[in-house]
């Protein structure tokens, strides 16, 4: 697109709108804000054209025809068929000053005078019986949507609201699940270091220590007492190891078994770790999609206030016009 023979001669402020392809009824918004729609006129050609960017994207380009025809559908609203476009643009203007300057005058008679205008204009001030018929079907069709579309905003608006709760309640739970997590594994290292304990002193405990004999006995009865003693020392030493051995081996076992508890319980509180942070992802992700349905609900709720506005202020003037 290349505006080097065309001169500058009108640029406004519009929203900017394109007939839905499908229904061939309903707008589609070209943005949420009023865009610049400019007017160029090519001295070589002799040949208008509307042109209105959205960014980088040309959002009309528009070349004006001896056939076009700009209907003010409203006080503020007016529409136009490009055939070569394929396809119905619409501007939606903040006053009813704004609209009367579209076209300007040098593009309304454009060939002069007595010659067939470029663009003209036509006005929907007054409507015919079969046009007020359509005019209220309209604004009665435009007011159940409306009610419909803030009844879904709404719906979404407490949908986002729920799953923001629940995103909170998950993050609670979760933080308390690592606070359960972080006990379990220190009770389990204090636990193998108590085994690790009780090891050691099993391997390091000394022998018991023997009675001493009296000097006046005689050899034959002190090497028989010492027999005797010997006995008896083995047989308490056996005993004495026996219980000490018994005591600490139920202790490891005891210890042991809540070792192998205590990691039970943290793969458990590890699974829900990770159920819960999975849950916390689909969580985000839903309210992302939420939040995206309801920007769009809101930009197509703007879309269907700003016709019913429009269909309101054309059934007023029909009102004021009737007999």
């Known amino acids: 697109m290349s505006t080097a023979r065309e001169q500058p001669i009108f640029s406004t ?22 865009l610049t729609v400019s007017y160029f006129y090519d001295a070589t050609r002799n040949v208008y054209r509307i042109i209105s960017l959205g960014g980088a994207k040309a959002i009309i380009n528009s070349t ?15 529409q136009w068929a490009d055939s070569r476009a394929n396809t119905v643009y619409g501007l939606g203007f903040a006053s009813e000053q704004h609209l009367t300057q579209v076209p300007p005058s040098p593009l309304v008679s454009a060939n002069g005078p007595g010659d067939e205008k470029l663009f003209r204009s036509q006005s929907a001030d007054a409507p015919g019986p ?11 069709e435009g007011s159940v949507g409306e009610v419909q579309w803030e009844a879904e905003f709404f719906a979404l608006q407490d949908s986002n609201n ?14 308390q699940w690592r606070q359960q997590l972080e006990a379990q594994r220190a009770e389990a290292e204090r636990l193998r270091q108590r085994v690790a304990e009780l090891e050691a002193q099993a ?3 000394p022998p018991a220590v023997g009675e001493k004999e009296g ?31 018994a005591a600490d081996t139920t202790e490891r076992e005891e210890t042991q078994q809540k070792v192998q508890d205590l990691e ?19 969580a985000r992700v839903e309210r992302e999609r939420a939040r995206a349905e309801v920007g769009r609900a809101a930009q197509l709720l703007d879309v269907r206030l700003f016709e019913l506005s429009e269909l309101r202020e054309g059934l007023a003037r029909l009102a004021e016009g009737a007999p």
């Open 13 to 34: 402020r519009a929203h900017v709108f394109q007939i839905d392809p499908a229904t061939k009824r309903n707008w589609i918004p070209a943005g949420k804000h009023a």
């Open 64 to 78: 004006v025809t001896p056939n076009m025809t700009f209907t003010k559908t409203s006080q503020k609203f007016g």
């Open 130 to 140: 079969a046009e007020r018929e359509r005019l209220k079907k309209m604004l009665s």
């Open 162 to 175: 729920k799953l923001a709760g629940a995103l909170r309640e998950a993050n609670a739970a979760a933080a």
């Open 203 to 205: 391997a390091t405990e």
């Open 215 to 245: 000097p006046s006995q005689s050899l034959e009865q002190l090497e028989a007492l010492v027999q005797t003693k010997d006995q008896e020392i083995q047989t308490l030493r056996s005993q004495t190891s026996g219980s000490r051995e």
């Open 264 to 282: 039970t319980r943290n793969a458990e509180l590890e699974h829900q770790l990770r159920a819960t942070e999975r849950s916390l992802e689909e």
